[in-house]
């Protein structure tokens, strides 16, 4: 260490000569006694401000079933070092390498992956020490998919120190901003999410290895799923599938063969179509809005083959008082559960706040099982009930 210093002061010592001050010139005699592995401010028994700024290149590779995403970001710290202040007219900033000067140990917590691509360090005439860094990290997140495919979800990348307790150092946001960059570049921008917001949040946790509580400076990038693509291929089909599915309601009762291949098929439609759904997700402890529209699409097409197996024995009973119930029951599926399906689709694309969608589902359907309670109850009482003369 000592021979790089005698070579800083050579190289001051032949540019002062020439007339001109150059970075090694300005530098080498802050770096004199200069000890890199203390912070500043330690003597005065003072934190050390320390401001964080990210510039974002692109949010990409967000993984829905791995819970992870990706980030290119410039990552900027800048505080302010005392034993760095020099003679404003030698220069506005010297640009100098990371490694001479003390730095903060500020990490990403919630990354598992991280590459750093380019960086340099700007020291200012007041002793301002600004460090860029360009990184691409990979890193975890906590995804709620109740809404799902019109899920909004908050994406955090967690900065706190690594070493430094809030005592000694203390993380802001650098004017409380978050930079994105305004041309980014046309693969850069993601097809599946689109950017709501962003916002900090700021909280001391217990680290280790520091021996206090650490200030943690946490970022939440606001991203709603683009649900044009699940639309076209998972939420028309099945609609399309469960239309289907009641036009066997106008196929003649006394024709099995028709009526029973064509539910049973759609039945199996809407399996494989719950099966493709469960690719786009992780295993969840909960079920998604999806994943309610896929069971209600199944039961729809399930219900027709429950129908047509009473109607059928009605129609073909020998007691002649069931044939009109039968053809009651088909008349009364084939005019409401094609409007029931139409009311369960708009409001599975309709509400997209949480619980909404599932709650008006559930309610029509409930009402609905009441009013075919209701009808069958009425005829049967209409087939089988003869008034008496008292009655009359």
């Not at 949010?59 to 710290?77: E, K, P, Q, T, W």
């Not at 760095?84 to 490694?99: F, T």
């Not at 921008?189 to 217990?206: A, E, G, I, N, Y």
Request: overall charge positive; charged content about 20%.
């Amino acid at each position: 260490m000592g021979l790089n210093y005698l070579l800083i002061l050579l190289f001051s010592l032949f540019y002062t000569v020439r007339g001109r001050a150059s970075t090694s010139s300005i530098i080498a005699p802050l770096l004199v006694g200069y000890d890199k592995l203390s912070r500043p401010y330690l003597d005065d028994n003072k934190p050390v401000d320390v401001e964080l700024q990210y510039r974002v290149n692109r949010l990409y590779g967000i993984d829905s079933v791995a819970n992870m995403f990706s980030l290119d970001v410039f990552f900027r710290l800048r505080w302010k070092d005392p034993r760095l202040v020099y003679n404003a007219s030698l220069a506005k900033e010297i640009r100098i390498s990371p490694d001479l000067i003390w730095k903060p140990d500020v990490f990403i917590f919630n990354s598992i992956a991280q590459k750093t691509l380019a960086s340099f360090v700007a020291v200012f005439s007041d002793g301002t020490v600004y460090w860029p860094r360009q990184q691409l990290l990979n890193l975890t997140c906590k995804l709620d998919l109740h809404d799902f495919p019109f899920d909004v979800n908050e994406f955090p990348v967690d900065a706190r120190s690594f070493s430094y307790g809030f005592t000694e150092l203390v993380l802001r946001p650098f004017n409380n901003t978050v930079m994105l960059d305004p041309n980014p570049v046309p693969t850069y921008k993601s097809t599946l999410f689109s950017m709501v917001s962003t916002r900090f949040d700021s909280h001391d946790v217990l680290s280790l290895p520091a021996e206090e509580p650490v200030r943690t400076l946490t970022v939440y990038f606001t991203l709603q799923r683009q649900s044009k693509s699940y639309i076209l291929k998972y939420f028309c089909p099945l609609a399309f599938l469960v239309f289907l599915s009641t036009l066997s309601f106008f196929i003649d009762p006394k024709s099995p063969p028709a009526r029973v291949a064509s539910a049973v098929l759609l039945v199996l439609s809407a399996l494989s179509f719950n099966l493709s759904v469960g690719n786009e997700l992780p295993k969840l402890d909960y079920v998604t809005l999806i994943d309610w529209f896929v069971i209600a699409s199944f039961l729809c097409c399930l219900s027709t083959i429950v129908e047509y197996s009473v109607v059928n024995n009605m129609v073909y009973n020998q007691d002649k008082r069931f044939h009109s119930v039968g053809l009651g029951i088909d008349e009364f599926f084939r005019s409401t559960v094609p409007i029931l399906w139409l009311l369960i689709s708009l409001c599975a694309l309709g509400f997209y706040e949480r619980y909404s969608a599932r709650v008006a589902m559930v309610v029509m359907t409930l009402l609905w099982l009441a009013l075919m309670v209701t009808r069958v109850v009425f005829l049967f009482r209409a087939s089988f009930w003869k008034p008496t003369e008292a009655s009359k």
